[in-house]
């Protein structure tokens, strides 16, 4: 059964920074990309940053470019987000996500497993 497990969410500051961890498990990803996305109060589920699992690509938003970075760890089955001046309209739940189809791995519609979300809220 797959299963990904977002961690690391919370409050902070603005200006502050955060680093979520995706820990993933029941399958192998050798082949797939792996995403981060979220989900303000209301917006729709927007895609920030991918990375394949062989991590020799990246793929980020204009949101996201020059403050997050994706990495991923291959032993640990884990794929983080740094997360770095952070700003109040950064709050939201944020979603790691597994896509076999590393072509669209920016699309959210192409992603196979989903995990539940973890908050973060920036205050000002």
């Known amino acids: 059964q797959v299963q990904l497990v977002e961690s690391g969410g919370g409050l902070v500051q603005a200006g502050g920074s955060l680093r979520l961890s995706c820990a993933a498990s029941?399958?192998?990803?050798?082949?797939?990309?792996m995403g981060w996305f979220r989900q303000g109060m209301r917006n729709e589920r927007e895609f920030l940053a991918a990375?394949?699992?062989?991590?020799?690509?990246?793929k980020y938003a204009d949101s996201a470019k020059g403050r997050f970075t994706i990495s991923r760890d291959i032993a640990k089955k884990t794929v983080d987000l740094q997360m770095n001046s952070l700003k109040p309209e950064d709050t939201a739940v944020y979603y790691c996500a597994a896509t076999s189809d590393v072509g669209m791995m920016t699309e959210r519609l192409w992603y196979d497993y989903w995990g539940q979300g973890t908050r973060v809220t920036v205050s000002s």
């Open positions: 990375i394949t699992w062989s991590g020799t690509t990246t």
């Open positions: 029941g399958h192998s990803f050798s082949t797939y990309a």
